[in-house]
């Protein structure tokens, strides 16, 4: 496999280890990048203030840009915005966006886990094989984001699948033109979708976040297209992370049978667990930055306007801050890792994202004394993402 080049192979460990052993800092001529590998070494650039997107730097590198729906409309998420714009949106998503609201979902995050599983447990009666992917890792965090949000829950796969085909472009590169042609299709279905739920909100609010947004809109706060950008962003980040999240983490928890033991006996690990879940097998498994100044990062000196990936999984698997980092220790508590990055850009859905991975994991692993994989899988193929397309399971209550 060649640095940055999909698709995403099943186990990248070994490219990381490798490029950590050049330098934890390492300049691909190639790509014309560094690709940061180093736990302290991402700890750092992610937090540094002079840092800039560096998917929004790659993206614009394509003259036509501006011709695709798919590319303008992600040059407006807030994933890709830098200050002082990003600041103005991050701050009042922030505030919407918020751990009190979180809290307040749990008794929700239950109900709806408990409706997928029992789903999972219909579908998978008399050793039928099920899709956990199909059946629960996706619907679930669609169906949380869908509440919160208030996309009418009928609707919420529909917009999954056309954000599936949108994100395909969200790492700046590394696509087919196939992948942009049908992104660009998805983001003008998608925006469709949306101004309909504008429109029905606009004569009838409700308590949800797109009133919410409607009303800041409305008020001057947030242009048109703030609106329809924040709102398609904040749908995709109550899921992508924590789909991956599930099918990954429980993925590895049967490859591991006797931490699958360990937690079922003691629950009370699961907040220590889920992040040694977020560490081992990262959902997100890097993101680009780009230098607005001349920094030093460990021994590599890296000028102005350089592209930086920060390899947050091999970060996540670096020997100098974790023991023994390839294996699976839920017990494990050797400081936090850096799967939701850092900085300004710090996921704004973490919360959220631990909050289904503590509530979804342990019901399943507890309600189904047998679960096995059944059959071929089917990896995520996009560069930066680890999870699965398809894992089918055989479940016995």
Not at 239 to 262: K, P, V
Not at 352 to 369: D, G, T, W
Request: glycine residues 8%; negative net charge; aromatic residues 8%.
């Amino acid at each position: 496999m060649k640095l940055g080049t999909p698709p995403q192979p099943v186990d990248p460990y070994p490219l990381y280890e490798s490029l950590r052993k050049i330098n934890r800092v390492y300049e691909s001529t190639t790509l014309g990048a560094f690709a940061i590998t180093g736990y302290k070494e991402v700890s750092a650039a992610a937090k540094m203030p002079s840092m800039r997107n560096g998917t929004r730097g790659f993206t614009k590198r394509r003259e036509d840009w501006e011709q695709h729906d798919a590319l303008r409309l992600l040059l407006r998420a807030m994933v890709t915005l830098d200050p002082p714009e990003h600041t103005r949106i991050r701050d009042f998503a922030a505030s919407l966006f918020s751990p009190a609201l979180i809290k307040q979902m749990r008794a929700s995050i239950e109900r709806l886990a408990d409706r997928h599983l029992d789903d999972l447990a219909d579908k998978a009666s008399g050793g039928t094989v099920v899709d956990l992917v199909k059946t629960v890792a996706s619907p679930f965090p669609v169906s949380v984001i869908s509440e919160i949000l208030g996309v009418p829950d009928e609707q919420g796969m529909m917009f999954y699948d056309l954000a599936n085909d949108w994100t395909r472009v969200w790492g700046g590169g590394g696509y087919s033109e196939e992948e942009l042609a049908r992104a660009d299709v998805a983001v003008m279905e998608l925006r469709g979708h949306f101004e309909e739920i504008f429109k029905e909100r606009r004569k009838k609010p409700q308590d949800d976040l797109i009133s919410t947004l409607l009303k800041a809109t409305d008020d001057g706060q947030l242009s048109d297209e703030d609106l329809m950008a924040l709102s398609t962003f904040l749908f995709i980040s109550g899921f992508e992370t924590t789909t991956n999240l599930i099918s990954m983490g429980l993925y590895t928890l049967l490859e591991n049978r006797d931490q699958l033991a360990l937690w079922r006996n003691k629950p009370e690990i699961t907040p220590g667990a889920v992040e040694e879940l977020l560490r081992h097998g990262t959902p997100i498994a890097g993101t680009i930055r780009l230098t607005s100044e001349t920094i030093q990062l460990g021994d590599k000196t890296i000028p102005d306007g350089r592209l930086i990936f920060l390899m947050t999984a091999g970060a996540n698997r670096d020997p100098a801050q974790f023991t023994d980092p390839d294996r699976l220790d839920l017990t494990r508590s050797e400081g936090p890792h850096v799967s939701f990055g850092g900085g300004a850009h710090y996921c704004l859905g973490a919360n959220l994202a631990r909050m289904e991975a503590q509530v979804i994991l342990p019901k399943m692993i507890n309600r189904f004394s047998e679960i096995d994989v059944a059959g071929v899988t089917e990896r995520r193929t996009a560069t930066g993402l680890q999870g699965f397309e398809y894992l089918p399971l055989q479940v016995k209550e």
